[in-house]
């Protein structure tokens, strides 16, 4: 295995366990097997570190949601809201451990939103990407003229971090909807309101 790969690995098991804001890059280093000098060469910081962990280690939304904004109109308007809502909600479910950590201390939180700019990445591009896909469906003709894509966007994604928030809150008298089950229902539910 590549150093590369063995510092992500490092990093993502790390960023699960202990969180985000208590890592180290030298601790990573360390896990890894490599100097942090080693580190420094492949990744430019933690921040890096952690964006590279979201891209590559983690079910991959951004991709899906390039390539739907690139073609619309190749699968129907609720296939893909369906396979967006699961793999976002795959996505936070395995963030959000991640990231919380950060929220605990307002200097690293307000550095990390400095460096995911500076990357040119963050927590909106997935909502912007979603809102451009359902806009190219709109202009399409497959998503009711004057619907707020903006708002469905908000809406879907909400409804995935949302679920990933409560993952770890057991309670309540039914056990947790399955992924599958949960991304068709919420598809319906957002194509509902903006569907032709």
Not at 50 to 75: D, K, Q, S, T, Y
Request: glycine content about 8%.
């Amino acid at each position: 295995m590549s150093t590369r790969n063995r510092i992500l690995d490092a990093a993502e098991r790390l960023m699960r366990t202990i969180g985000l804001a208590r890592t180290t890059t030298k601790e990573i280093a360390r896990a890894a097997g490599c100097s942090e000098a080693a580190l420094y060469k492949h990744f430019s910081s933690k921040e890096e570190l952690f964006v590279r962990v979201l891209e590559e280690r983690l079910p991959r939304l951004g991709p899906l949601l390039e390539e739907m904004v690139a073609g619309p109109g190749e699968r129907s308007v609720e296939e893909n809201l369906t396979e967006i809502a699961r793999r976002a909600a795959l996505f936070y479910e395995s963030s959000f451990p991640i990231a919380a950590s950060l929220y605990a201390e307002p200097r690293l939180l307000k550095r990390h939103h400095a460096a995911l700019r500076e990357l040119g990445t963050g927590p909106r591009k997935p909502l912007l990407a979603l809102s451009a896909y359902l806009r190219a469906e709109r202009e399409a003709g497959r998503v009711r003229p004057g619907a707020d894509t903006d708002a469905a966007a908000a809406l879907l994604l909400g409804a995935c971090a949302q679920r990933a928030f409560l993952h770890d809150f057991p309670g309540g008298e039914r056990p947790e909807q399955p992924v599958e089950e949960f991304a068709a229902a919420l598809a319906r539910t957002v194509l509902a309101g903006i569907g032709v």
